[in-house]
């Protein structure tokens, strides 16, 4: 239920069976890509340098030099 930002309630009286359905074998399918996203991209000896991280996260980390 939280996967839907919904509460159970909601869900049992406004939700057909055909969609809880459609919505439990996408939850399915979401995860299992999140699975092998993260299986293939494993890697412990992997390094990368300062400006390549931050190229990665694509500025959402933002570094501030000087304050602890």
Known sequence: ???WHQPPDYIVT??????LNLMIEK???R???EVEAL????????????????????GMVQV???QV
């Open 27 to 29: 939850l399915a399918e």
């Open 14 to 19: 406004h939700w057909t069976e055909e969609l």
């Open 39 to 58: 299986n293939g991209r494993h890697d412990e000896n992997e390094t990368v340098s300062e400006a390549e991280f931050l190229r990665r996260a694509g």
């Open 31 to 33: 995860r299992a890509r």
């Open 1 to 3: 239920m939280a996967e």
């Open 64 to 66: 501030k030099k000087g």
